[in-house]
């Protein structure tokens, strides 16, 4: 008893269970697949600020998982993060970089900078050496201006003017090249990144559904969730179905007294009272 | 006697002494772009072919005219290009010969194509190539424009704009949104030049050198190369990492 003590854990990484999963692997066990989000998500810089925009389908191999799912994820209230890859990772590393912006700015009595949630994000992502597969466009209006930047899951950034992420990155790269230039405004911006985002729906199988938009301003932001609505679902008519008299031909008819009425033979009919 | 059937099974997949079968390709050219346009056909592709990821050629033509009514253009590896080109002379050739007043159309030509690279496939031997056919012929409703594609497995269809390569993933969503039937010449190179200036900024493969070409009932035109105007001077490429250190 006195000489058994529990040794506590070194911090980092806990490999114990790694070779008992590799066993199980090799004795024929088929690990549970990931939810990805194969995305298109977009993003640019305009006059006043940043545009950030995403489909809306999640898929699981070639299901589609959720038809309308969420991707563009809240940082601070000026700085907004779309997310591509697996979606369990985004999730999670977007809502821990938001908490702890946000205990930041307690700390620090000031609005939440862009560089900042740039700088926590690729350190976690680089931390984990691309095990963490998320890809993401974030953006923001900060006290220096509007900042557009893209991050990649082993953690590296990119600075630009306009970003697209996810497998339907191609289809809305190739709008966003043909159109882009500086100084569009609020309107042309918000018609660019739907146009971009509709490039990926239509063209990319693991995009679709609906677009999402969000337009970031100094001091304002708008979350437009489904802008744009260009798959419908449509249903029959709330109406219901008609079926007037003479749409079914008769053939023949036979009636019969579900309630049998008894015949009197004998005596007299009861007295109905 | 383990021995020597795994000497035949062996000689089985390499198929014999003689035969090469292609396993992959050397000389690769680059996306080819075309659509129907109001008279015609139009088709462009860089001039560039590329040994891996060496840039080797810099002026290479990579569509061709084929009889008196289309145009062929080609990605993927560059001596089946040249071969195929050799097919398709002696076809034309043949049918010459039969002087009967009749020349092969690109319908046709597009058919024979099918056929050899389907074949060619089945054999394990395939020509790897993206072949882009089109061409306009005079047809019982008046000229008839066409313009279809084959690829190395045998896949083939017919469309209104075609693009190959890198060009399916970024020229294509650009021709989907902006393609109309009625285009004229020049918007039709207005709109093949949005393409192929995408290309040149996203496909690593790509040059800033490119030849047009077009087929209308007077016959093919191949345009010399030229370069696009490319445009760099967007205010966040100047100093990327002067609001975050250590972005690119």
Not at chain 2, 23 to 46: E, F, H, Q, R, W
């Amino acid at each position: 008893m006195a000489g058994s003590m529990e040794i506590p854990a070194k911090g980092g990484f806990n490999f114990d269970l790694c070779r008992r999963n590799a066993m199980l692997e090799k004795n024929g066990l088929k690990m549970p697949g990931f939810r990805k989000t194969g995305t298109t998500i977009v993003g640019l810089v305009f006059r006043d600020g940043v545009v950030l925009g995403a489909d809306t389908r999640a898929t699981e191999g070639p299901i589609v998982a959720d038809k309308n799912c969420e991707k563009i994820h809240f940082m601070a209230p000026n700085i907004y993060c779309c997310g591509a890859g697996t979606a369990a990772d985004t999730e999670a590393v977007t809502d821990m970089v938001s908490s702890q912006l946000q205990l930041h700015r307690y700390a620090t009595s000031r609005e939440s900078r862009v560089v900042t949630a740039l700088t926590l994000l690729k350190t976690h992502l680089f931390n984990y050496q691309g095990h963490v597969s998320a890809a993401l466009v974030l953006g923001g209006v900060d006290v220096t201006g509007p900042h557009l930047h893209t991050v990649y899951p082993h953690g590296s950034t990119d600075t630009l003017p306009f970003a697209t992420m996810g497998s339907g990155s191609l289809a809305a790269m190739s709008v966003f090249e043909s159109r882009y230039k500086e100084g569009l405004t609020r309107g042309e911006g918000i018609q660019l990144v739907a146009d971009a985002i509709c490039a990926g729906i239509f063209n990319d199988l693991g995009s679709g559904s609906n677009v999402d938009v969000c337009v970031i301003t100094k001091g304002k932001t708008e979350y437009l969730r489904t802008h744009q609505e260009p798959n419908p679902r449509t249903y029959a008519s709330s109406k219901g179905f008609s079926f007037a008299k003479g749409h079914t031909e008769v053939l023949s008819t036979k009636i019969r007294q579900l309630k049998l009425k008894p015949e009197v033979t004998e005596g007299d009919a009861m007295e109905e009272e | 006697m383990d021995g020597s059937h795994a000497n035949a099974a062996a000689a089985a997949a390499g198929g014999g002494e003689g035969t090469q079968r292609t396993l992959n390709p050397y000389v690769t050219g680059n996306s080819v772009i075309a659509m129907k346009y109001k008279d015609g056909v139009i088709m462009a592709c860089d001039t560039g072919a590329s040994y891996g990821s060496t840039l080797r050629y810099k002026s290479v033509e990579r569509i061709k005219a084929v009889g008196k009514h289309s145009l062929i253009g080609a990605s993927g590896e560059f001596s089946d290009f040249q071969e195929i080109l050799r097919y398709l002379d002696e076809l034309t050739l043949s049918d010459h010969m039969w002087d009967d007043g009749n020349s092969l159309g690109p319908k046709e030509i597009h058919a024979y194509l099918t056929r050899v690279m389907y074949n060619r496939r089945n054999k394990f031997d395939p020509l790897w190539n993206s072949l882009v056919l089109g061409g306009v012929k005079k047809g019982p409703k008046g000229d008839e424009k066409y313009l279809g594609m084959v690829n190395m497995i045998g896949t083939h269809f017919e469309e209104n704009h075609i693009a190959t390569g890198f060009g399916n993933h970024m020229a294509v969503p650009i021709l989907r949104g902006e393609w109309r039937e009625d285009l004229t010449f020049e918007e039709a190179v207005k709109l093949i030049e949005k393409c192929l200036l995408v290309l040149l900024y996203r496909d690593r493969s790509s040059i800033n050198k490119f030849q047009i070409a077009k087929i209308t009932t007077e016959g093919s035109t191949i345009y010399p190369p030229y370069a696009l105007k490319t445009n760099w001077g967007f205010a966040a490429f100047e100093n990327p990492s002067q609001g975050a250190v250590g972005t690119w």
